[in-house]
């Protein structure tokens, strides 16, 4: 089946620093990748989807200058926290998709962040 | 706004107990429902899905039926195993995937 990986797995920064996550789907073209953030206890909620080649479109109160979206292959795309803190330390999860074939979109296994 | 709403967990059962986790949903259009499941350590996986009214989806021996006299979209299992634990996620889609808050399911032996 589709695989998709996340690297780090984990990361613990110090406030004010920046933070990349990257994500790749290994066996097959992404033309669309999604990044989503998960708090304790919640549900999965869509910061951003982003095609190849485009620029991503941010969902509604996601500041897109803090969080910096780059989709420059079709099997990579990566997440920067910008000047990270504290309120940003979460779960982010990226998921692809090949919607040209299949609407499902495939998960990776999610980065943790601790911002200190 | 669109919106998904699943019961709080853990949900403990011994094996081969019957499993019912509930999911309702709010959609102003018609969307299509889906039930993930998250194993530990990995990422969410498409469990099964349903794209209209009435459609039954099912695999590994879970069912959920797509009702929309009750906007639900429960998940079941006849006899559930140890194997089976892990978070259920109930999700909808209209252009975009909403997820329900998860249910953290744990069979014992």
């Known amino acids: 089946g589709a695989v998709v990986s996340q690297h780090p797995s984990w990361v613990i920064c110090k406030s004010g620093t920046s933070v990349k996550i990257e994500c790749r789907s290994l066996d097959f073209q992404a033309t669309t990748m999604f990044w989503y953030r998960q708090f304790p206890k919640q549900s999965l909620m869509l910061m951003a989807t982003?095609?190849?080649?485009?620029?991503?479109?941010?969902e509604q109160g996601v500041e897109k200058d803090k969080f910096l979206i780059n989709h420059a292959s079709l099997t990579l795309s990566t997440l920067t926290v910008t000047s990270a803190h504290p309120e940003d330390s979460s779960f982010y999860i990226c998921?692809?998709?090949?919607?040209?074939?299949?609407?499902?979109?495939?998960f990776g296994p999610g980065t943790r962040l601790l911002v200190l | 706004g669109d919106s998904v709403t699943q019961m709080e967990g853990p949900v403990t059962l011994s094996e081969e107990a019957f499993l019912t986790i509930n999911c309702t949903y709010t959609a102003t259009g018609y969307p299509s429902l889906f039930w993930y499941v998250q194993y530990p350590g990995e990422g969410l996986q498409l469990l099964l899905k349903?794209?209209?009214?009435?459609d039954k989806g099912s695999n590994k021996g879970f069912e959920a039926t797509y009702r929309k006299e009750t906007t639900s979209f429960h998940l079941e299992k006849g006899s559930v195993q140890v194997s089976d634990s892990a978070v259920y996620f109930c999700a909808l889609d209209t252009d975009k995937l909403i997820f329900g808050t998860g249910t953290r399911l744990q069979v014992f032996p």
């Open positions: 998921s692809a998709s090949y919607r040209q074939i299949e609407e499902t979109q495939y």
């Open positions: 349903a794209t209209k009214a009435d």
């Open positions: 982003s095609n190849e080649g485009s620029k991503a479109t941010y």
